[in-house]
């Protein structure tokens, strides 16, 4: 009794017991097509455990297995892992050819088809088993006896072996090489990238071969019935006779369309019972595998197998069209339809891509910070790049690191590439924010301003004027104009976020500093706004004159006449804004950065500052000095701000309100809320509720009309998430600004992080950029902590997160779990947060 | 029945029921007086709730009152407030003057005598309850019948009702006055500045006057019986005849002194009997009321009352000698004795002083961040002061800031003045560590190092070279040279600081970074070094070249030519401080701060370091450049920099253990303790354990000896406190970092935040500046909960903590209720240290 040998293959009948977990999703996807009766050659599944024994030199009964083939048997093997993403080594097939087969197939299909079987399988062998140069074999050699002959030659001059006769020497070879594959370090890394747990297994299917070459009409193909890019349905795939495997897919002279075709020949017409069958047998695995499927098949003298099946890769658009018909069609549910689809694949379909089946000269590859792809002459300053926007035309933005004086050259960038920051540099948040595509931390490159120029790694010089791509999605920057994929937001999407928004249990606002953001997140129905930074609204030309009169304000009195002519403008920014919310709650946060961010720091901005307000440099020099700070993160901003010079907060709390009241005139309703920020002690909130009040009782006096608002903190210090508990007195929501959060948990500026988050992220140090993914272990038990008090003190307190985390599906989980009201996230990432939080629900309510 | 009046006073018997809590410490001590037999004129003491009734509109029947003392009397009115350092009302002599009473006292006591009683009061009354300008009375009036006409009219004439001349009326509107000033928002401020509880009541005493004029001897003076600078037995006070009150000690010409003198005549010799018996009570007090006690007494023909006695006000030296004297004369017990000095007042004993006897032209006063004083020429570089110190000349370094490019500089400088900053600015942070004076925010002050130059407020500019005087002790900074009073360090501070070690029960550690530092450590007997920073090992001037190269080194093999270089540096170091520390513990902590700290930013530095290094200016400006940081803080510092450029840990490891061993040999076994800075997440210990433990393997294999340390976590980051129960499985201690803890849970930048600090404290945002008190709430919290994880975890676990907060009494309180082994403080902060935590120890022994 040979039993531990036995369970370690198990040939797939439709009664075999064969799971996904333990053989594979291949393993088991033949299996069903073995149920449904298709035309499947033989084949023997080994389990995951099995192939770990194989790597750990327990040998299953190779001759055993063979024998489940019959005598002189030729078999493929190829891998079946949990998910087929997470890679896995490639088929090998026509194991079982040697020397004496080589001579008998010689009689029974023909010379041609024998060597170009053997060649073909000498080359794999010595390949992926011998671990032989591939350059050792000319792939365009004729399928001739010598070319066999210099291969095996080439083989046995190489590992002074002769090439293995016996075929369970080979297949055992095949075995091992394939499982040592799938244990190696760099196949791992590769797969715990893509998500794979550290334990993933691998399982191998070994199926008896139809040949594809040989007399009559014999070949391989690929048959799928969707379009990849559009989803719509459409049969598309590749026939080439005398072929096996994917060999029709490679640019192989000869390989024929598969429906009929005023360009040339197709199967159609050449076995049109052949095709019949087929799309016979493509409809039937969408009705029973629930999903559209590629089918690889081969002919061999005219009779038909099916070898494998597998998802038709999708571009995003085509996913959400797919599950869509699938659900119309009555195959899947709703539910499914929803859970199918990745929620990052939406932000792919609101961004153009970068066509990817034209190459093009990829002159780096740094970090994708912002999705979407980008044409655009290239510029080194915002100066410029606003005059270029002026003009009409697109351009990107070149800069080594980007700072706030940069945030409206960035607006008017059609794309923004950084030498230096990570995901969380400013110009990556801020690109972000604006639906800008970014690529920074590009390293290799030398971005220098004063030169005009870019050198790439190979010595390459691009200059101002120069027009390249940026893909934001991949992280690549190319040289020229490359084309483009462009977005369809059509029906299809509308419907399936409306599928998501049935589900949904938690709230998704929109981070929206302008009326044009607010415009985004209104379209893309976002429940309301949950952030907007008034800050931004003073970027603008006529304003940022203002706001430095302001600045340099002598006196409170001057400070306010400067204040006066900013109400106006702000009034009607935030007027723009609750009338595209029409009457959805909008969540504005009081003015927030240092005053430097306001003020030029080169030679060139301080001249032009000097003039424009008629003080001698030297003057605007000594304001700009004492308004500089070692550690601006930690500085005189937020509250501070707003305590120190009240004004400020007082002219907003009355634009706010004067702007209220006027919109509700309209129509809806507008309640208000007005959000804290950088709070780290209670009697900050009391002081400004205080003044906000006094605001609010003026208005009110002078309007003639109740104004109500509703008052809330954020929380970005660890301070005040200890302390929310007493801030919740006197407030009715927190909102968690993660982003600081994050920055003062760990200690750690976004800013700054860039140089060396890689390696950490690479070493383990911290398993995820803390700044991408919310940090559950520190940053997570703060707001736990935070909501916790909160909540204790005031049971409506309404709980929410705003900061880049807002978009991220673990974070909203997380914040889901906690019970909070809402997230907020930026515009363009709505859609996949409306998703994300649908797919939440439907997995929750599942586990209940 | 007026049983309510009744209650609101009472006559001062040796049975009456007094209470300190009641009716203030004044009325308990007059009490104590009469019971010890003395010569106490008749008094009243009028209750705290009697005082708040009257502030309130409850007059007591002050005819009753009045009347206690018999018909026609003068009585005076003096404050009893619990604490005398919270200030009062000034006492109201004379009350009962008027013109019937002025005529029969010229009668009696003579014109002269008559005059001068009723002026003394007029004008009294005037300011204090009439609340008129005290300029409308000439202080040099003669007492003449005219002068008394004149003030009696300008009364008039300013109030328009004549002067009041009912007794009952006049002693209600004292005791209204006095009660309202107790609760005006002035002085009620200014005691809780003080340490006033909000609550604080107000007592009075009301005394019959010994009047100190008239005929025979008559007057009035003080006396004290010790040095109130040194604290030696000293007989010291005035007399004068002829007048009242504490008229003696100011600068009236006639006043003679108590004992034999030389310089005149003296009461010892005028009225020995009177003189005899003011000694024989100045004993009795001390023995009695435990204490030195200053007298005030006066002399009415011939006879003597004792009007008051109060506790000697004395010098920190002198309250050392004066509690161990009491003590070694049994008057009071060793735990008394350790209670009654003020930690603080310690540290006023270890830097010399500004003669306060001496006026000098005060150009500022700003805020006191390093006690002490120093003489020195201005100058306005580091560089410059280096320069001085070498010719041996003591400078002051005026700077608008310092940055660490300053801490050369400042070491060499004997004072520091900064134009900005507050308590926990880096030049304040800095100065308490080396000990030097400093005072910091003199917003009042144009530093102008370009120019050279200081503008005071008032317009006085002072060059480089003139010289001034800093007194870090009270903020203030004075033209010219100032005379000093120098600390004696002698006997009684040791015995005194050795009973504090028999009762204190937590370790006090020195925070020492230099073997200067730690050679003061030990000379105040410090339980060991918590904290050496090894950073500033490296700004020696030849140090910092080869940290430059290191810092510029192209290649690791460079790099580790450069830390090959450093190597036998730092173990010199490291030997010095463990054979200065003779066997106790030291905490080595690795090196943190951004290596942009050890660049030079101004032009000049630039060249210099270009020269130096043989390298283009580009080349060092683009590397330092490349160093810049947004928020140095948060940046690529501590763990980040050692796992980023591990040779650098490496270096320190070796020659920490070589030290160690070598030190060793010669005499106590040195365990070093090593902490790693900036621990944000677990893996990061988990590595730089990894590479010490291999350094330790191989120092152990070189070397032939057996290597032993322990490892431990500075905890700075909210992060590191959360988690703290994961470090404490890879590590033996876990000291927390205040400074930078504080700055990462409020989300605040020492550096920065004296821009508004004052302002906040001053609001009460914050209660305290959390830089200076730890702030309970937030930082506390973090601090428990670190401790309970960390202790969950390894129960042996060492806590403490290292940050400035080390040497504050309210910290180390927190610190010895949270169960930590020690707390560290800079050097000049130890004997404080030492002395509060045996007050913690004996104030919880009681409690207990």
Same mark, same amino acid.
């Given at each position: 009794?040979?039993?531990?040998t036995?369970?370690d293959f198990?040939?797939?009948?439709?009664?075999?017991?064969?799971?996904? @977990?333990?053989?594979?999703?291949?393993?088991?996807?033949?299996?069903?097509?073995?149920?449904?009766?298709?035309?499947?050659?033989?084949?023997v599944a080994l389990s995951?455990?099995a192939v770990t024994g194989i790597s750990a030199g327990r040998m299953p009964d190779v001759a055993?297995l063979l024998?489940?083939?019959?005598?002189?048997?030729?078999v493929s093997v190829r891998p079946s892992?949990?998910?087929?993403?997470?890679?896995?080594p490639?088929a090998v097939?026509?194991i079982?050819?040697?020397?004496?087969?080589?001579?008998?197939?010689?009689?029974?299909?023909?010379?041609?088809?024998?060597?170009?079987?053997?060649?073909?399988?000498?080359?794999?062998y010595?390949?992926q088993v011998?671990?032989?140069?591939?350059?050792?074999?000319?792939?365009?050699?004729?399928?001739?006896?010598?070319?066999?002959?210099?291969?095996?030659?080439?083989?046995?001059?190489?590992?002074?072996?002769?090439?293995?006769?016996?075929p369970e020497v080979q297949l055992a070879g095949v075995l091992r090489s394939m499982a040592r594959a799938w244990f %190696?370090?760099?196949?791992?890394?590769?797969?715990?990238?893509?998500?794979?747990?550290?334990?993933?297994?691998l399982g191998l299917v070994v199926?008896?071969?139809?040949?594809?070459?040989?007399?009559?009409?014999?070949?391989?193909? #690929?048959?799928?019935?969707?379009?990849?890019?559009?989803?719509?349905?459409?049969?598309?795939?590749?026939?080439? %006779?005398?072929?096996?495997?994917?060999?029709?897919?490679?640019?192989?002279?000869?390989?024929?369309?598969?429906?009929?075709?005023?360009?040339?020949?197709?199967?159609?017409?050449?076995?049109?019972?052949?095709?019949?069958?087929?799309?016979?047998?493509?409809?039937?695995?969408?009705?029973?595998?629930?999903?559209?499927?590629?089918?690889?098949?081969?002919?061999?003298?005219?009779?038909?197998?099916?070898?494998?099946?597998?998802?038709?890769?999708?571009?995003?658009?085509?996913?959400?069209?797919?599950?869509?018909?699938?659900?119309?069609?009555?195959?899947?549910?709703?539910?499914?339809?929803?859970?199918?689809?990745?929620?990052?694949?939406?932000?792919?379909?609101?961004?153009?891509?970068?066509?990817?089946?034209?190459?093009?000269?990829?002159?780096?590859?740094? *970090?994708?910070?912002?999705?979407?792809?980008?044409?655009?002459?290239?510029?080194?300053?915002?100066?410029?790049?606003?005059?270029?926007?002026?003009?009409?035309?697109?351009?990107?933005?070149?800069?080594?690191?980007?700072?706030?004086?940069?945030?409206?050259?960035?607006?008017?960038?059609?794309? !923004?590439?950084?030498?230096?920051?990570?995901?969380?540099?400013?110009?990556?948040?801020?690109?972000?924010?604006?639906?800008?595509?970014?690529?920074?931390?590009?390293?290799?490159?030398?971005?220098?301003?004063?030169?005009?120029?870019?050198?790439?790694? %190979?010595?390459? !010089?691009?200059?101002?004027?120069?027009? !390249?791509?940026?893909?934001?999605?991949?992280?690549?920057?190319?040289?020229?104009?490359?084309?483009?994929?462009?977005?369809?937001?059509?029906?299809?999407?509308?419907?399936?976020?409306?599928?998501?928004?049935?589900?949904?249990?938690?709230?998704?606002?929109?981070?929206?500093?302008?009326?044009?953001?607010?415009?985004?997140?209104?379209?893309?129905?976002?429940?309301?706004?949950?952030?907007?930074?008034?800050?931004?609204?003073?970027?603008?030309?006529?304003?940022?004159?203002?706001?430095?009169?302001?600045?340099?304000?002598?006196?409170?009195?001057?400070?306010?006449?400067?204040?006066?002519?900013?109400?106006?403008?702000?009034?009607?920014?935030?007027?723009?804004?609750?009338? *595209?919310?029409?009457?959805?709650?909008?969540?504005?946060?009081?003015?927030?950065?240092?005053?430097?961010?306001?003020?030029?720091?080169?030679?060139?901005? *301080?001249?032009?500052?000097?003039?424009?307000?008629?003080?001698?440099?030297?003057?605007?020099?000594?304001?700009?000095?004492?308004?500089?700070?070692?550690?601006?993160?930690?500085?005189?901003?937020?509250?501070?701000?707003?305590?120190?010079?009240?004004? !400020?907060?007082?002219?907003?709390?009355?634009?706010?309100?004067?702007?209220?009241?006027?919109?509700?005139?309209?129509?809806?309703?507008?309640?208000?809320?007005?959000?804290?920020?950088?709070?780290?002690?209670?009697?900050? #909130?009391?002081?400004?509720?205080?003044?906000?009040?006094?605001? @609010?009782?003026?208005?009110?006096?002078?309007?003639?009309?109740?104004?109500?608002?509703?008052?809330?903190?954020?929380?970005?210090?660890?301070?005040?998430?200890?302390?929310?508990?007493?801030?919740?007195?006197?407030?009715?929501?927190?909102?968690?600004?993660?982003?600081?959060?994050?920055?003062?948990?760990?200690?750690? %500026?976004?800013?700054?992080?860039?140089?060396?988050?890689?390696?950490?992220?690479?070493?383990?140090?911290?398993?995820?950029?803390?700044?991408?993914?919310?940090?559950?272990?520190?940053?997570?038990?703060?707001?736990?902590?935070?909501?916790?008090?909160?909540?204790?003190?005031?049971?409506?307190?309404?709980?929410?997160?705003?900061?880049?985390?807002?978009?991220?599906?673990?974070?909203?989980?997380?914040?889901?779990?906690?019970?909070?009201?809402?997230?907020?996230?930026?515009?363009?990432?709505?859609?996949?947060?409306?998703?994300?939080?649908?797919?939440?629900?439907? *997995?929750?309510?599942?586990?209940?």
């Amino acid at each position: 009794m040979k039993l531990a040998t036995f369970k370690d293959f198990t040939t797939i009948t439709s009664t075999a017991s064969l799971l996904v @977990a333990q053989h594979g999703g291949r393993a088991k996807c033949l299996q069903r097509l073995v149920r449904m009766g298709l035309p499947v050659p033989r084949t023997v599944a080994l389990s995951f455990e099995a192939v770990t024994g194989i790597s750990a030199g327990r040998m299953p009964d190779v001759a055993r297995l063979l024998s489940t083939f019959g005598t002189t048997p030729l078999v493929s093997v190829r891998p079946s892992s949990e998910d087929p993403d997470w890679g896995g080594p490639g088929a090998v097939l026509n194991i079982g050819m040697n020397n004496a087969r080589h001579a008998a197939m010689i009689d029974s299909h023909g010379a041609a088809a024998a060597n170009a079987l053997y060649l073909r399988f000498i080359r794999t062998y010595a390949v992926q088993v011998a671990h032989l140069d591939d350059a050792l074999f000319d792939p365009a050699a004729d399928p001739s006896a010598d070319s066999v002959a210099t291969a095996l030659r080439g083989f046995e001059a190489e590992t002074e072996q002769p090439f293995p006769q016996n075929p369970e020497v080979q297949l055992a070879g095949v075995l091992r090489s394939m499982a040592r594959a799938w244990f %190696s370090t760099s196949a791992r890394l590769l797969r715990q990238a893509r998500g794979a747990p550290v334990e993933a297994g691998l399982g191998l299917v070994v199926q008896e071969m139809a040949l594809g070459v040989g007399p009559d009409e014999s070949g391989s193909g #690929v048959m799928q019935f969707v379009n990849p890019q559009t989803g719509q349905p459409k049969i598309t795939g590749r026939y080439l %006779s005398q072929s096996q495997g994917r060999d029709a897919l490679t640019d192989r002279a000869g390989a024929i369309y598969l429906t009929r075709d005023p360009r040339g020949p197709s199967l159609e017409q050449v076995c049109p019972e052949v095709f019949d069958q087929l799309v016979g047998y493509g409809d039937l695995c969408r009705q029973r595998l629930r999903d559209e499927m590629q089918l690889e098949f081969t002919i061999q003298a005219g009779q038909l197998s099916i070898l494998d099946a597998v998802k038709v890769q999708r571009s995003a658009a085509a996913s959400v069209r797919i599950v869509i018909a699938l659900c119309q069609d009555g195959i899947i549910s709703r539910t499914d339809a929803l859970l199918r689809v990745a929620p990052r694949a939406l932000s792919e379909l609101l961004h153009p891509q970068v066509d990817p089946t034209v190459p093009g000269i990829i002159v780096t590859r740094a *970090i994708a910070a912002s999705p979407g792809a980008a044409v655009g002459t290239l510029v080194f300053s915002s100066t410029r790049a606003q005059a270029m926007a002026a003009h009409g035309e697109t351009c990107i933005l070149a800069k080594r690191e980007t700072t706030p004086d940069d945030v409206r050259g960035m607006h008017a960038a059609a794309g !923004i590439l950084t030498e230096r920051g990570g995901m969380s540099s400013h110009a990556a948040v801020i690109a972000r924010g604006l639906g800008v595509p970014c690529v920074v931390g590009a390293s290799e490159l030398r971005i220098d301003r004063r030169a005009g120029t870019i050198e790439s790694a %190979s010595g390459h !010089i691009f200059r101002e004027g120069d027009v !390249i791509t940026l893909d934001g999605s991949s992280g690549a920057v190319l040289a020229g104009a490359m084309p483009m994929l462009h977005p369809a937001l059509d029906e299809s999407f509308e419907t399936f976020l409306s599928w998501a928004d049935d589900v949904r249990d938690i709230g998704i606002r929109v981070n929206a500093d302008t009326p044009e953001d607010a415009q985004i997140g209104h379209r893309f129905a976002a429940d309301g706004i949950g952030l907007c930074r008034t800050e931004h609204m003073f970027f603008a030309e006529e304003r940022l004159t203002v706001m430095r009169e302001m600045i340099f304000a002598d006196t409170p009195t001057d400070r306010d006449a400067a204040l006066a002519r900013l109400l106006p403008m702000q009034r009607t920014d935030f007027k723009r804004i609750f009338r *595209i919310m029409a009457g959805k709650p909008v969540c504005i946060r009081l003015f927030d950065p240092p005053l430097h961010e306001f003020l030029p720091h080169d030679r060139e901005g *301080i001249l032009e500052l000097a003039e424009a307000l008629s003080r001698p440099v030297s003057d605007v020099q000594r304001r700009i000095d004492a308004l500089a700070e070692f550690n601006p993160m930690l500085g005189l901003r937020g509250v501070r701000l707003g305590l120190t010079l009240p004004e !400020i907060y007082d002219m907003q709390a009355r634009a706010i309100f004067e702007a209220a009241l006027e919109v509700s005139e309209d129509g809806a309703t507008v309640v208000p809320e007005i959000m804290i920020p950088l709070v780290s002690a209670c009697r900050e #909130v009391e002081i400004v509720k205080g003044r906000i009040d006094a605001i @609010a009782a003026a208005v009110q006096a002078e309007r003639g009309a109740p104004v109500t608002y509703r008052l809330g903190v954020m929380v970005e210090t660890p301070r005040a998430a200890l302390i929310a508990g007493k801030l919740a007195a006197h407030c009715s929501f927190l909102s968690f600004g993660t982003n600081d959060l994050t920055q003062m948990t760990y200690g750690l %500026s976004r800013d700054d992080a860039g140089r060396f988050m890689g390696s950490y992220v690479r070493q383990g140090v911290f398993s995820e950029d803390p700044f991408h993914v919310l940090d559950r272990d520190g940053v997570g038990e703060l707001l736990l902590i935070g909501a916790q008090r909160g909540r204790s003190a005031r049971p409506d307190l309404a709980l929410s997160i705003c900061g880049e985390h807002g978009g991220n599906s673990d974070s909203i989980a997380f914040c889901r779990d906690a019970g909070f009201d809402y997230v907020s996230c930026s515009p363009f990432r709505v859609p996949q947060a409306r998703l994300a939080t649908a797919q939440l629900a439907l *997995i929750s309510a599942h586990r209940d």
